[in-house]
């Protein structure tokens, strides 16, 4: 339920169009929904801008089908992250409208005629070290596109070549925000942080060879940049590192 729903609720109950009875029905699940095991949050659209995200990892199939109609139903945007190829090609059998996108890991629906409200003062800028941590952006990229906030994507730009940070660095320098995503040693937010006067949001990634232990190396090489105005999120979490981007932009 967002906030555009809801006035059309109140405004049909208004108008003598909606009983008393059907209104009460209608805003009966606005707090939350209990289904089997799963307890799902309606009233996250309407308090904080973004609907409720399902994590996929962990759940099974028939988990995310439950929670994915539960959701459709309501009319709002849906993102399921970490979600296996398997995984997702047989939630799609039961679910044949929902999209895969394989490189995010993540499966998403968003009605194509929604109204995007101009909320935004600009776009966040995704930056990513390699090629290999694509995933991650594109996880990130992905949930800004759903908030709908305007995102550009400058990836395979890392410390191995500067040269390529600093081709791109005047269009990095109009975002309102950027994420700057990172493994191996995780020194790529300090530098763009050195460069620009925005917010960082940092994100390591598990991308690396043996001493990146799973990306904690690059996670406490961020954690300790010299470089003022970075924040750091967990390892691999372009979800996170996204909202907050988001929020960052908002007017």
């Known amino acids: 339920m967002d906030r555009d729903s809801l006035l059309k609720l109140m405004h049909e109950f208004k108008e003598g169009c909606l009983s008393t009875e059907d209104f009460l029905k209608k805003i009966n699940f606005l707090p939350f929904e209990r289904i089997s095991h799963h307890c799902i949050d309606h009233h996250r659209f309407l308090r904080k801008g ?15 089908i439950e929670i994915s109609i539960n959701v459709l139903e309501k009319g709002v945007p849906l ?12 939630v799609i059998s039961k679910i044949n409208y ?17 109204v995007i409200p101009e909320n935004f003062r ?14 991650v952006a594109e996880e990130a990229g992905l949930t800004l596109e759903l908030i709908g906030c305007p995102v550009r994507k400058f990836y395979d730009i890392g410390v191995a070549g500067l040269h390529r940070l600093l081709h791109n660095i005047d269009e990095i320098s109009c975002s309102k925000a950027v994420i ?3 493994g191996m040693d995780g020194v790529l937010p300090s530098i763009v942080s050195g460069l620009l006067d925005l917010p960082i949001i940092a994100v390591p990634t598990s991308v690396g ?11 406490l090489t961020m954690l300790n940049s010299c470089s003022p105005g970075i924040s ?18 908002k007017k």
């Open 98 to 114: 929902i999209n895969y996108k394989g490189d995010a890991r993540c499966l998403h629906w968003y009605n194509p005629e929604r």
């Open 122 to 135: 600009g776009y966040v800028s995704i930056v990513t070290a390699g090629s290999s941590d694509k995933s």
């Open 79 to 90: 993102l399921v992250t970490r979600v296996s190829p398997k995984k997702a090609k047989k």
């Open 232 to 249: 750091v999120v967990n390892i691999d979490n372009g979800f996170g590192a996204a909202v907050t981007a988001a929020y960052i932009n």
């Open 180 to 182: 700057v995503i990172a």
């Open 209 to 219: 060879y043996g001493a990146n232990l799973g990306g904690i190396s690059p996670l």
């Open 50 to 64: 973004l609907p409720e995200v399902i994590y996929g990892a962990g759940k099974t199939p028939k988990d995310i």
